[in-house]
């Protein structure tokens, strides 16, 4: 019972912590703001305390210079994670947080926040004095809210206070950071190209008429996120590459090519074909035939919707395969009639 109420209590003083103290000059080698690397940030999960990350991630590949997007897992039952814990205190730093929050005391909290944190970590329920005989020996460990999902109800799933773990050991904790965690994160840091189809007639389509569908084999790359945790030497490369085009008419009057509108990766990892003069009547590989108007000033949305396959390899040797991402933007088609043509 004990235990369970110095936990609680723990939980409204992380909240307080975190209002009323600024990260400790310890953690200022965790932001990373330049082009090519990014960190998650910290803040609060529910009640309990959160840090900044040290995990680290790099874009690798060519989608630099384009519109980027993130991936919607294909399959609906998993996400990449909401929250983990990660190696956050030395016993020195640790005390030092404390020690600041002591020196930052309006109205007496930074004290009564400080003293609530010396029952846990100084008094020897669990630990005695933060550890301080163990510095070097091992690290802290504290929750960290993925930025992409801080909104998301499973943040609030990492709800420990700081625990201890022996360096080498690994946390008896389901949501300790482990190299498919660098991984399934990375997975949320993928930039891939914005959806952008090009398309034959491209001003206005006409009635009957396929209008030819494909995507630049140039922009549909390859691209790969690498996140890794400074001073461990663990890290995790996800790699996402193309592998499919799903279109949608945006009307039931409309018949797509392939049938079931899935235009697969060709070779030379274009999707589709361009339209070549010569071929207004042939039956495109990737398209789509309107068989009605959108009258005057409509259009029809056409969404189309490019499927990532998704893999991951670590330092440590272990990799797979995780679900398959998808991310597509709807453009607006115009098509036309011409009374000459028959329907």
């Not at 680290?56 to 039952?77: E, I, M, P, Q, W």
């Not at 016993?91 to 109205?107: G, T, V």
């Not at 109800?153 to 482990?178: H, I, Q, R, Y």
Request: with cysteine; net charge negative; glycine share 8%.
């Amino acid at each position: 019972m004990k235990r369970r109420n110095t936990t609680a209590v723990l939980g409204t003083a992380a909240a307080l912590l975190i209002t009323l103290q600024s990260a400790p000059d310890a953690w200022a080698d965790r932001t990373n703001t330049s082009s090519s690397s990014r960190s998650a940030s910290g803040g609060r999960s529910g009640q309990n305390i959160t840090v900044q990350t040290k995990v680290r991630t790099t874009v690798n590949g060519a989608t630099s210079t384009a519109k980027t997007g993130s991936l919607t897992s294909a399959d609906t039952n998993w996400t990449p994670p909401a929250c983990w814990y990660e190696p956050a205190f030395s016993p020195k730093e640790l005390k030092a947080s404390l020690d600041s929050l002591r020196k930052y005391n309006p109205f007496g909290l930074g004290n009564m926040v400080a003293d609530m944190y010396d029952a846990y970590f100084k008094d020897g329920d669990p630990y005695k004095n933060y550890n301080l005989d163990k510095q070097g020996e091992g690290m802290f460990w504290a929750a960290v809210v993925n930025p992409n999902r801080e909104d998301d109800p499973e943040a609030s799933l990492c709800d420990k206070p700081p625990f201890w773990v022996e360096n080498g050991d690994t946390p008896d904790e389901p949501l300790a950071l482990t190299p498919q965690v660098l991984a399934e994160y990375a997975y949320d840091e993928l930039p891939v190209p914005d959806t952008e189809i090009e398309m034959k007639p491209a001003d206005a389509s006409t009635v009957n008429l396929p209008t030819w569908v494909w995507l630049d084999q140039a922009k549909f790359k390859k691209v790969s996120v690498t996140a890794s945790l400074p001073g461990t030497g663990l890290s995790a490369t996800t790699t996402a590459e193309p592998v499919s085009l799903h279109i949608e008419p945006g009307t039931s009057d409309a018949q797509t090519f392939p049938a079931s509108g899935d235009c697969t990766m060709n070779a030379d990892g274009s999707i589709g074909e361009p339209y070549t003069t010569g071929k207004a009547n042939e039956t495109p590989p990737c398209g789509v035939t309107y068989l009605r108007s959108t009258g005057s000033g409509g259009s029809y949305g056409l969404k189309a919707t490019v499927t990532w396959k998704i893999s991951w390899t670590s330092t440590t040797g272990e990799g797979g395969d995780l679900p398959n991402g998808t991310f597509g933007t709807t453009q607006n088609v115009t098509v036309r009639e011409i009374q000459s043509v028959n329907r």
